[in-house]
């Protein structure tokens, strides 16, 4: 069975049997926003999965954490590049999640009561729990 589905400004095909769920992403993004166009791709990466009915995890840690306050990522990385809050709006919306690594979160002080939606703080064992016995497939930026 092949589904398709459109977004604004691309077109996403996931192709799964009957039942089948497709296999879950995580995407590992330890730059931030001193670099904005690795920050785009980790995202668009992310969004495609989690569109394409993907459990989807962005895992943050270094700088990448300031991602996860809200009103810190915003802007466009490019001429062409999507804006980084569009991004972060379609990965909400396909039920994309992020654990925050919990040692840079403390080490850079900073306000765990002001996470984007679907943030937590959490480090490796939530990770492998949500990965669970299963397999993952994993993109770092």
Known sequence: MTTSETTTSETTTSRTTAGET????????????EDPERVTVAFLVAV??????????????????????????????CEGCPPLPELLDRYERAGGRYLVCP???????????????????????????????????????
């Not at 995890?57 to 991602?67: D, S």
């Not at 809200?70 to 466009?76: D, E, L, N, W």
């Not at 943030?119 to 669970?132: C, S």
């Open 48 to 77: 495609g999965a989690a569109e394409q009915g993907r459990p989807t995890m962005m895992f943050l840690a270094k700088e990448a954490t300031r991602v996860a306050v809200s009103g810190i990522a915003v802007g466009t990385a």
């Open 103 to 141: 040692v840079c979160v403390q080490a850079k002080k900073l306000d765990t009561g002001n996470l984007i939606a679907g943030a937590e703080v959490g480090g490796t064992v939530p990770l492998w729990n949500w990965i669970g016995p299963g397999n993952a497939t994993t993109f770092s930026y």
């Open 22 to 33: 497709p296999g879950k992403a995580v995407i590992n993004l330890s730059t931030g926003l």
